[in-house]
């Protein structure tokens, strides 16, 4: 199967740096980039993108909890009329800034809790679609490929907005296709050889591992890499060598 490879990118704030985006970059070909809820600023955002540009990199809006003490991965307490708004706020201080560059965004991911939320809860996945929806319908919705793919996607479709589905590389996954909680102490894999092998097996296959060794068969349009580790880039070069 084609698989892009997608980073969470634009997650400084201010004097504060995170990640190694312009050594990623040449590896992906797809970039989630911070709206300034959980991270990034004004700033950082058309630098991040300026970047981005050199590269010609599809580009996501990453729009997340009013969050930046918990980095956007704690549930926050929402109507779904809340949702809706600071999901289209956000995608139009990215939009902005993107069309101010020459370039557009093509895609929404949202980020940490929000994210998680999303799958775990119809009614916010519906807000979510409707804040996208009335932006564009030409803007697509990253998910988390699992068991109920074809649920979501006869929702989307109500909507008029299409998805992509994700699998996270480095993230071990519950038997029921959720990801393994980041409070485990086994929720990331570090691994290089078994992050390797999972992957080859997946792209090979169409299957990975669960943490209790169950196959979960995933629809993968995208693999999530991270770009916030010490060994992030040798990841994301190996994993690049891999899809090619």
């Known amino acids: 199967m084609k698989i892009k490879l997608n980073c969470d990118m634009g997650e400084s704030f201010g004097i ?27 700033l ?23 969050d930046l003490v918990g980095f956007g991965r704690r549930s926050m307490v929402c109507t779904l009329e809340e949702i809706k708004a600071i999901v289209v706020y956000q995608i139009g201080a990215l939009s902005a800034i993107c069309v101010s560059n020459d370039r557009l965004i093509s895609y929404v991911k949202p980020h940490g809790a929000l994210y998680n939320d999303m799958m775990k809860d119809e009614n916010i996945f519906k807000a979510i679609l409707s804040a996208i929806s009335s932006c564009s319908k030409n803007l697509k919705l990253m998910i988390l490929s699992s068991s109920k793919n074809d649920v979501y996607a006869k929702i989307a479709l ?28 086994d929720a990331v894999i570090h691994d290089e050889f078994e992050l390797m092998d999972r992957i080859t097996l997946l792209k090979d296959n169409g299957y990975m591992y669960s ?17 916030d580790n010490d060994k992030a880039l040798e990841f994301v070069k190996n994993i690049k060598k891999i899809l090619s």
């Open 16 to 42: 504060y740096k995170l990640g190694m985006d312009e050594k990623i970059m040449p590896y992906v070909d797809m970039v989630n980039l911070a709206c300034g809820f959980h991270a990034s600023d004004a």
């Open 44 to 66: 950082t955002m058309t630098k991040t993108l300026q970047e981005v540009k050199k590269h010609n990199l599809e580009i996501g809006a990453h729009p997340a909890y009013q």
């Open 158 to 185: 109500l909507y008029g907005i299409s998805l992509l589905y994700e699998v996270f590389a480095d993230r071990n996954y519950n038997d029921d296709g959720s990801l393994v909680s980041r409070s485990h102490p």
């Open 211 to 227: 943490i209790n060794k169950k196959k979960l068969f995933l629809k993968t349009d995208t693999l999530c890499v991270h770009g």
